[in-house]
Nanobody
Framework: QMQLVESGGGLVQAGGSLRLSCAVS????????MGWFRRAPGKEREFVAT????????TYADSVKGRFTISRDNAKNTVYLQMNSLKREDTAVYYC?????????????????WGQGTQVTVSS
């Protein structure tokens, strides 16, 4: 079993930055592909970013490309989402997810482990 705990959410003005962290326990992080997803009020959950076990392969949603960066530190069992140039439409609950095997994936259906989510609110 894996446990995922997100942190780093909060209230930020448009144009600002936040860094989300996802601490993983129960399994070696290097054996897992990781992803970030988000759910905005009244909307379906959507893919944000994914990274493979080594960090070499990453994929981003078009809406965040060039503004968000996913990274991982396997030694610290932690995955990060650096969010820059935040927009109001980035307001959502952000979820960290893990999958075994260790490849990156954009579909939420391919992830077996989820965190509880962290709220990000971007004000104008």
């Amino acid at each position: 079993q894996m446990q995922l705990v997100e942190s780093g959410g909060g209230l930020v003005q448009a144009g600002g930055s936040l860094r989300l962290s996802c601490a993983v326990s129960g399994r070696t992080l290097s054996s897992s592909g990781m992803g970030w997803f988000r759910r905005a009020p009244g909307k379906e959950r959507e893919f944000v970013a994914t990274i493979n076990w080594s960090g070499v392969s990453t994929t981003y949603a078009d809406s965040v490309k060039g503004r968000f960066t996913i990274s991982r530190d396997n030694a610290k069992n932690t995955v990060y989402l650096q969010m820059n140039s935040l927009k109001r439409e980035d307001t959502a609950v952000y979820y960290c997810a893990a999958r075994v095997p260790a490849g990156a994936a954009t579909s939420a259906l391919l992830y077996g482990y989820w965190g509880q989510g962290t709220q990000v609110t971007v004000s104008s």
